[in-house]
């Protein structure tokens, strides 16, 4: 009963902000039209459709606003409007009692909670659709006193999230069957994918080991700060980690009278997204200015501090390879390798013509790279080439659109810092230098020295294995031997050969340099 009745408010929130008219425009049946109408009597069709979709969700609750903003990093299958509408929401959530949050607290760790803190601040500071945040005070196993930040699980959450989660399966599958826009925007594919983040995000043990390898990776690096995690307080529900004191990002104005670097800050900013991105393939994949603050304490005076790490992205080397090989590609203009690659990787369908994605490509890129590299947007370009993608049916990778959605954040987050950021520029030797590792002899060197000690075990091994397989296939035996014979004698004449050649070439020279000083003298 409860589902029918939380279904029936779905619709009428979808009616009630007229978002019927983004999946009905194709579906030519009149009287679902009126239907919607008179359900709907008496809403206003004043405001943008991006701004209705927004309030529509606002009003449906916290997941539903957390699905809206996993959907505005979409920007491969929403129109524009829509998708910078939803990336404005934020999670307007009030907490919940403080009394359920201590009794999750003392569940999850065993203990009462004046066993586990010295002190406890009741009120969060704050609090968001799948959790809130206490401030607290623990003693540690050396009997020091340390400030910590408290994350607890909203309760019930897990139940919630899974009847919401249904109902949108449901109602993907209808807009799916209403109308060619509804198949084109992959409804389930959609929700699909925020399931998977959502269910990440309500494991805080998860959290806090992505949190431990953003912590290692950034070390030494000296611009930027991430809490360490405190494993003996940490649960699936509750996660306790260092205090971080900053001041947050979006304060330009109190971060300039404190002293700060406002544009080395943007720049920090691109250096520290390129080398989770590039070096590390591990990148904080939520860094809007909500989870970023800057440090005014003197030994980290202007260095950046994250929080929340419930989303990361990651690339693979096969990522790292097709994107360094697509980079050298743009830098060069050559616009024809790019569709290549496209089509080798498989991301577009193998009967695509070389020519007419080349051409697409082309017409994205080309404008860019005429005007001042400072007012080129590496984040607009990226988006614009998603978009030209659907045309070609484009296999859209996950990890490669948590890519753009972080490189537009930074991207924007610098250009408010200092709006003279030149992101190409700044990006550009580390790029190259990163280009150089993924395709050049460090490259091939890293390859080697990795495997090294997997050839050290096998090659021992060889002869045996050889000895093994010639027992085993004793009629094939003998052509085998004679074949390894004959490709030897064809290595040992090419080795002559080549140490000939060698040889012939050093003589060259010499004889040369004879006839030089011969001359001179």
């Known amino acids: 009963m409860m589902r029918l009745y939380r279904g029936a408010f779905i619709v009428w929130v979808v009616l009630r902000y007229g978002l019927d008219e983004l999946f009905l425009t194709s579906f030519q049946k009149p009287w679902l039209h009126f239907i919607a109408r008179l359900v709907s009597i008496g809403r206003s069709w004043d405001t943008p459709r991006g701004q209705r979709m927004r309030q529509a969700l606002e009003d449906l609750g916290p997941i539903f606003v957390k699905f809206g903003q996993v959907i505005s990093t ?132 998860r959290e806090a080991s992505s949190a431990a390898q953003l912590r290692r990776n950034m070390e030494g690096l000296q611009l930027v700060l991430i809490p360490e995690m405190l494993w003996d307080y940490s649960t699936t529900e509750v996660l306790v980690m260092e205090r971080m004191h900053g001041v947050p990002i979006s304060q330009v104005e109190r971060l300039r009278a404190a002293g700060v670097d406002i544009p080395k800050l943007a720049r920090d900013g691109v250096t520290l997204f390129f080398t989770q991105v590039f070096r590390d393939g591990f990148f904080h994949a939520d860094m809007h200015p909500g989870n970023i603050q800057v440090s005014l304490a003197p030994e980290t005076f202007g260095r950046y501090i994250s929080l929340d790490f419930g989303i990361v992205g990651t690339l693979t080397e096969v990522d790292k390879e097709y994107l360094a090989q697509n980079f050298v590609a743009f830098f060069r203009r050559d616009y024809k390798r790019v569709a290549e690659l496209h089509i080798e990787s498989g991301w577009v369908p193998s009967v695509t013509r070389v020519d007419e994605l080349e051409a697409a490509v082309r017409a994205v890129c080309e404008p860019y790279f005429d005007r001042p590299l400072k007012e080129i947007s590496l984040g607009l370009v990226l988006m614009r080439l998603f978009q030209t993608s659907r045309r070609f049916q484009v296999e859209i990778q996950p990890q490669l659109v948590l890519l753009q959605k972080t490189l ?109 000083r011969i001359q001179l003298f």
Do not use: C
């Open 408 to 516: 537009l954040n930074i991207e924007g987050l610098g250009r408010e810092l200092d709006p003279d950021l030149d992101l190409w520029s700044t990006a550009k030797p580390f790029l190259e230098q990163w280009m150089l590792q993924q395709v050049g002899p460090q490259k091939l060197m890293q390859q080697l020295k990795d495997q090294a000690p997997r050839y050290a075990k096998l090659l021992p091994q060889l002869p045996g294995l050889l000895q093994q397989y010639l027992q085993h296939d004793k009629n094939n035996s003998d052509a085998l031997i004679k074949e390894l014979l004959i490709e030897q004698k064809r290595t040992n004449q090419l080795l002559q050969a080549l140490m000939y050649a060698f040889g012939g070439f050093v003589l060259g020279m010499l004889l040369m340099q004879l006839l030089v």
């Open 74 to 205: 979409r920007r491969d299958l929403l129109p524009l409007d829509i998708a910078d509408e939803l990336a404005k929401l934020q999670d307007r959530v009030p907490p919940f009692d403080s009394a359920i949050a201590v009794a999750t607290i003392e569940r999850a760790l065993r203990k009462p909670l004046n066993e586990v803190f010295v002190s406890f601040d009741r009120i969060p500071i704050a609090s968001a659709s799948i959790s809130q945040v206490h401030f607290a005070v623990i003693r540690d196993r050396q009997g020091r006193e340390r400030e910590v930040a408290v994350k607890v699980l909203r309760p019930g959450m897990l139940e919630v999230i899974n009847k919401d989660l249904s109902l949108m399966r449901t109602m993907a599958g209808w807009l799916e069957g209403l109308s060619g826009d509804g198949k084109r925007l992959r409804p389930r594919e959609v929700v699909a994918e925020f399931d998977k983040y959502l269910h990440d995000e309500l494991d805080l043990v």
